[in-house]
């Protein structure tokens, strides 16, 4: 029977300039009913790349293995049993962070499986598969927690959101409405495990792969228009912003296609906005540029396609115009010269 599909929330934006900001995020699901995959399963992601992974099956976490220009960076080795690392996405592992590890993880398994007999009864599932999932995602900026929240959802459908800093609940479920008590005991579980966890999961030296940028330009086979896109490729983290410029003006997304960030083959990304362009906007000669912010970028990169600026325009004229009267002068010489040369020939 199939199971239905996983749906990973994706976080607002972060500020591209801090090269300091990061996000957390981790998804379990519960599968009751049977399968051929676990039971329970965890993902741990730190800026949408996944580096930690549990199951109910082999109950244990692992690192994933995380390849970086195809070089294995994290392994973990059965026969050594601990984790060996390349580059350090976080602290080493100490007895309280891998305590608490172990109690986020029994205590999400415990929340899942609970909630899961609860909607069923609900909704008199008795039969058949059924999942339940949780989500928890944190922004840290500056080694302090701008955002963490906790979302359920049960078959594809959200069933309760938790703001952990602000204490605020959003359920649609009455049954999983807190009591004081039990408020009162999640917030201090939040702020005692969880978001001790999170800020000790923080990435020390992530590394960054600054984006080769160029606007390209081809012919639409159909329409003969031309496309102007604007590409950047080789960057990591994944998270970019990329505009598409005419004449220094930000071209409307109504205009453009494309803007999916997709992975390369060697783990870094790239991202592809494009723009349909007539004939009579290219007699026009307008000028494109394309602007892209990244973590590994200070400000900004730009590149420009089409008209030539006044200035550099005057300064390849005066040039040319140099070189022709060069190229003018050095050939009269020689034509000087040779008839020079001519006249005494024919004296003697």
């Not at 059965?78 to 109690?103: A, C």
């Not at 952990?164 to 004081?180: D, G, M, Y």
């Amino acid at each position: 029977m199939k199971v239905p599909a996983v749906v990973l929330l994706i976080l607002g934006s972060v500020h591209l300039a801090s090269t300091d900001t990061h996000s957390l995020t981790m998804v379990a699901t519960f599968i009751s009913g049977e399968t051929q995959f676990p039971e329970i399963t965890m993902v741990l992601l730190v800026n949408d790349v996944p580096v930690e992974y549990y199951d109910s099956d082999i109950k244990k976490i692992i690192t994933m293995a995380v390849l970086v220009n195809d070089v294995p960076v994290e392994y973990y080795d059965s026969d050594i049993n601990k984790f060996v690392s390349r580059r350090h996405w976080r602290v080493n592992d100490s007895i309280q962070e891998t305590d608490l590890r172990d109690y986020v993880v029994a205590d999400i398994g415990n929340i899942l499986q609970k909630s899961s007999h609860t909607l069923m009864k609900k909704y008199n599932h008795t039969q058949g598969v059924h999942v339940s999932q949780e989500f928890a995602a944190c922004d840290l900026e500056d080694e302090t927690l701008s955002r963490f929240f906790i979302m359920s959802a049960y078959d594809g459908e959200e069933k309760f959101q938790y703001d952990a800093l602000s204490h605020i609940q959003n359920t649609l479920v009455p049954e999983f409405v807190w009591s004081k008590e039990t408020s009162d005991i999640r917030k201090q579980i939040y702020a005692n495990t969880y978001q001790p966890l999170s800020q000790t999961g923080s990435p020390l030296s992530d590394p960054t792969e600054r984006p080769r940028v160029r606007v390209i330009q081809k012919t639409e086979p159909h329409s003969g228009r031309t496309q102007v896109s604007c590409v950047a490729t080789g960057f990591y983290p994944r998270r970019v912003n990329v505009t598409l410029l005419r004449d220094d003006r930000p071209v409307p997304d109504r205009e453009l296609t494309g803007g999916e960030v997709l992975p390369n083959g060697d783990g870094t990304y790239q991202l592809r906005r494009s723009l349909s362009v007539s004939e009579e906007e290219l007699r026009e000669r307008h000028r494109y540029t394309c602007t892209v912010s990244h973590l590994s970028v200070d400000n900004k990169l730009d590149v420009n396609w089409g008209k030539t600026p006044v200035r550099i325009a005057v300064l390849i004229a005066v040039l040319v115009l140099t070189a022709l009267i060069i190229t003018a002068v050095v050939l009269c010489r020689r034509r000087r010269h040779t008839g020079e040369e001519d006249e005494d020939w024919m004296m003697d």
